[in-house]
């Protein structure tokens, strides 16, 4: 399957779960609004989240992957297999530890990362509460993740980029059934998640099942005397420096948050929750393609396709992440109302949340960019280059939060995330370069003064049709609101792409990426 078809069919099922996903938010916007107790959830739903991408999505994908796909091309069925078992075994044991103990030390937990929370004991007892109850969600989404390292490894990437729909479709049904009814209708959203987890393992395990890849629990003793796993082990130690980076610089700039005002943290998680969107139909999808095939490509040593699969991939960044963030940054309020003002989510609350918008806009393109250039790494066994760059990557967020928070308040926590994560994909590019690593491919300097000039028209088209027009102030007629949104999105992207097509481009990237076999 070809780059383009592969990241096509993820990006496709990832829009189907971020279009749940915007409902489901859309749901809690009108059903919560934002308060203390909207903050205590995304604080406690934030804590194993972050685990999980540390311990699955991160560290461990970034370890197994490689070695997997190394075993996989040099080894028989048998080994793989035992490989598989060995592997799943210690990850099964070390996320069942952590959520113990994040259970047990949950008060500490809150206390460390919401500080301000302090202040309102009710807020913060509650996050302890929901904490506790929703840490067992990592071992479920750990093992998700693993399941999906497995399948995505045999180019099975359908089911792992459908099983998110799942998470989406417990809340729903969670909220419109369970929230009126209970006397704090936060613990609905705590429900949802675990109900969620449970469907998406299952689904993974019914994959791997029909596949014969199942994996069997084995010895945790015996499993480590597998020389393959000590070795995603040691690569796993500087890799879990490195993505620790990142939970890190967003454990810290939640703690910001809880001292700004009340529900900066669910203004934040709203804006997050846009930024996901493109960043997860791209980079996500793309980063998922990519990992194995240039660990295949490698381990394989056809260096010329690995060059062309990443040149490819980053036409691709380029060509749809800049009308990306141009569009979420100009046209922030108009979604924010949209989809989230209405009962108790008010006019006020698009504005603060469209303003943290615009300061993730600013850095969109890196925010997907590391997504694709990371991976180039990661095939290569190389885990400490990319981890130096993240640690550099969190000294300045947290310089830029110095200046940007004064200055924006919760806006200038997502600034400063923006421009942290250009930095991070900026150097780890140049480093890939200057190595020899990545070869520029010809038509880049053409194909960029397109792109910034299609990106050029669709602002100017954007600031025109949006004159006059006060979003907030549109909450009675929401048909016409969603009509008119879709028409200046529509409208946006024709301008962008008939810009570009006004400068000769035809679309030859995009073909060029398809032809990576």
Same mark, same amino acid.
């Given at each position: 399957?070809?780059?383009?078809?592969?990241?096509?069919?993820?990006?496709?099922?990832?829009?189907?779960?971020?279009? %749940?996903?915007?409902?489901?938010?859309?749901?809690?916007?009108?059903?919560?609004?934002?308060?203390?107790?909207?903050?205590?959830?995304?604080?406690?739903?934030?804590?194993?989240?972050?685990?999980?991408?540390?311990?699955?999505?991160?560290?461990?994908?970034?370890?197994?992957?490689?070695?997997?796909?190394? /075993?996989?091309?040099?080894?028989?069925?048998?080994?793989?297999?035992?490989?598989?078992?060995?592997?799943? %075994?210690? #990850?099964?044991?070390? /996320?069942?530890?952590?959520?113990?103990?994040?259970?047990?030390?949950?008060?500490?937990?809150?206390?460390?990362?919401?500080?301000?929370?302090?202040?309102?004991?009710?807020?913060?007892?509650?996050?302890?509460?929901?904490?506790?109850?929703?840490?067992?969600?990592?071992?479920?989404?750990?093992?998700?993740?693993?399941?999906?390292?497995?399948?995505?490894?045999?180019?099975?990437?359908?089911?792992?980029?459908?099983?998110?729909?799942?998470? &989406?479709?417990?809340?729903?049904?969670?909220?419109?059934? #369970?929230? =009126?009814?209970?006397?704090?209708?936060?613990?609905?959203?705590?429900?949802?998640?675990?109900?969620?987890?449970?469907?998406?393992?299952?689904?993974?395990?019914?994959?791997?099942?029909?596949?014969?890849?199942?994996?069997?629990?084995?010895?945790?003793?015996?499993? #480590?005397?597998?020389?393959?796993?000590?070795?995603?082990?040691?690569?796993?130690?500087?890799?879990?420096?490195?993505?620790?980076?990142?939970?890190?610089?967003?454990?810290?700039?939640? &703690?910001?948050?809880?001292?700004?005002?009340?529900?900066?943290?669910?203004?934040?998680?709203?804006?997050?929750?846009?930024?996901?969107?493109?960043?997860?139909?791209?980079?996500?999808?793309?980063?998922? /393609?990519?990992?194995?095939?240039?660990?295949?490509?490698?381990?394989?040593?056809?260096?010329?396709?690995? &060059?062309?699969?990443? =040149?490819?991939?980053?036409?691709?960044?380029?060509?749809?992440?800049?009308?990306?963030?141009?569009?979420?940054?100009?046209?922030?309020?108009?979604?924010?109302?949209?989809?989230?003002?209405?009962?108790?989510?008010?006019?006020?609350?698009?504005?603060?949340?469209?303003?943290?918008?615009?300061?993730?806009?600013?850095?969109?393109?890196?925010?997907?960019?590391?997504?694709?250039?990371?991976?180039?790494?990661?095939?290569?066994? =190389?885990?400490? %280059?990319?981890?130096?760059?993240?640690?550099?990557?969190?000294?300045?967020?947290?310089?830029? &939060?110095?200046?940007?928070?004064?200055?924006?308040?919760?806006?200038?926590?997502?600034?400063?995330?923006?421009?942290?994560?250009?930095?991070?994909?900026?150097?780890?590019?140049?480093?890939?370069?200057?190595?020899?690593?990545?070869?520029?491919?010809?038509?880049?300097?053409?194909?960029?003064?397109?792109?910034?000039?299609?990106?050029?028209?669709?602002?100017?088209?954007?600031?025109?049709?949006?004159?006059?027009? =006060?979003?907030?102030?549109?909450?009675?007629?929401?048909?016409?609101?969603?009509?008119?949104?879709?028409?200046?999105?529509?409208?946006?992207?024709?301008?962008?792409?008939?810009?570009?097509?006004?400068?000769?481009?035809?679309?030859?990237?995009?073909?060029?990426?398809?032809?990576?076999?």
């Amino acid at each position: 399957m070809s780059l383009l078809r592969s990241a096509a069919t993820v990006s496709g099922l990832t829009l189907l779960s971020r279009v %749940t996903g915007l409902i489901r938010d859309m749901l809690i916007a009108r059903y919560f609004g934002v308060s203390g107790a909207t903050d205590a959830f995304y604080v406690a739903f934030r804590i194993p989240n972050l685990l999980r991408r540390l311990f699955a999505e991160g560290a461990f994908s970034q370890a197994f992957v490689p070695m997997l796909s190394q /075993v996989k091309e040099q080894e028989g069925a048998e080994r793989t297999d035992e490989f598989i078992g060995n592997v799943f %075994t210690l #990850l099964a044991a070390a /996320v069942l530890a952590t959520s113990m103990l994040g259970v047990l030390f949950a008060p500490a937990v809150i206390w460390v990362i919401a500080t301000g929370f302090s202040e309102h004991p009710e807020t913060f007892d509650l996050a302890v509460l929901l904490t506790r109850f929703m840490f067992p969600y990592i071992v479920f989404m750990s093992l998700v993740a693993f399941a999906a390292a497995v399948l995505n490894t045999w180019k099975h990437f359908a089911v792992p980029a459908f099983t998110p729909v799942l998470l &989406n479709l417990s809340f729903i049904a969670f909220i419109l059934l #369970l929230a =009126d009814r209970l006397e704090q209708p936060v613990w609905a959203l705590a429900f949802a998640v675990i109900a969620g987890g449970v469907m998406q393992l299952g689904m993974q395990l019914w994959q791997l099942r029909r596949m014969g890849l199942l994996p069997r629990l084995r010895s945790p003793l015996r499993a #480590l005397e597998d020389g393959a796993v000590r070795q995603v082990l040691r690569l796993m130690v500087p890799a879990l420096v490195g993505v620790s980076v990142a939970p890190l610089s967003i454990l810290i700039n939640t &703690n910001i948050a809880s001292r700004l005002a009340r529900g900066a943290v669910t203004w934040l998680s709203y804006a997050d929750r846009l930024m996901e969107f493109p960043t997860a139909l791209l980079g996500v999808a793309l980063g998922t /393609v990519l990992l194995p095939s240039l660990s295949g490509a490698f381990a394989r040593g056809n260096l010329d396709r690995y &060059n062309r699969l990443l =040149d490819g991939g980053l036409k691709i960044v380029v060509l749809l992440a800049v009308p990306a963030a141009v569009g979420l940054g100009l046209l922030a309020e108009g979604l924010s109302s949209v989809l989230f003002q209405g009962r108790n989510f008010l006019a006020a609350d698009v504005a603060q949340t469209s303003i943290a918008m615009r300061g993730y806009a600013v850095g969109l393109i890196g925010l997907i960019g590391i997504k694709i250039i990371a991976p180039a790494f990661y095939a290569r066994k =190389d885990i400490k %280059t990319p981890v130096k760059v993240a640690i550099a990557s969190v000294a300045v967020v947290q310089a830029c &939060n110095f200046v940007t928070v004064p200055l924006f308040a919760h806006a200038g926590l997502a600034l400063s995330v923006a421009l942290g994560a250009c930095f991070n994909a900026g150097t780890l590019l140049v480093i890939l370069i200057r190595r020899g690593w990545y070869r520029v491919l010809p038509g880049w300097g053409l194909f960029a003064l397109r792109c910034a000039a299609g990106a050029a028209a669709m602002a100017a088209f954007l600031v025109w049709a949006q004159q006059g027009v =006060d979003w907030a102030a549109m909450q009675s007629e929401w048909a016409l609101r969603i009509a008119l949104v879709g028409a200046v999105i529509a409208g946006a992207a024709a301008s962008y792409f008939a810009a570009m097509a006004l400068l000769g481009w035809r679309a030859e990237e995009v073909r060029s990426a398809r032809r990576q076999e």
